[in-house]
């Protein structure tokens, strides 16, 4: 069988954001077996961001927003692109 990547979106400005990240750590720890799991957090503020290191719960007891190997994503208007945006893409964004 082959691994798919797929992206886990949770947190949000919702006032369950930390419900949000509970769950969504259950479903990484999951899925983690068998894909390539890509943990897509947004911040209470709104701000999108990734990083291998946001697929485990103890990254967010102290959470630091200015980590430099949290990535800033961004949705395109441009309804013609199916794809979150990683300006200057690195990582587990990058083409292999």
Same mark, same amino acid.
């Given at each position: 069988?082959?691994?798919y990547r797929i992206?886990?979106?949770f947190g949000s400005r919702s006032t369950e954001h930390e419900v949000s990240i509970v769950t969504a750590m259950q479903v990484i720890s999951f +899925?983690?077996?068998r894909h390539d799991v890509i943990?897509?957090?947004i911040?209470?503020?709104g701000k999108w961001l990734t990083a291998a290191k946001l697929g485990t719960a103890s990254t967010f007891q102290n959470l630091?927003?200015?980590d430099r190997e949290l990535?800033? +994503?961004v949705i395109t208007p441009d309804a013609k692109i199916k794809a979150l945006i990683?300006?200057?893409a690195k990582g587990i964004f990058s083409r292999s």
């Open positions: 069988m082959s691994r992206g886990i979106i +899925l983690r077996e943990p897509i957090y911040t209470k503020e630091n927003l200015q990535q800033s +994503l990683a300006p200057l």
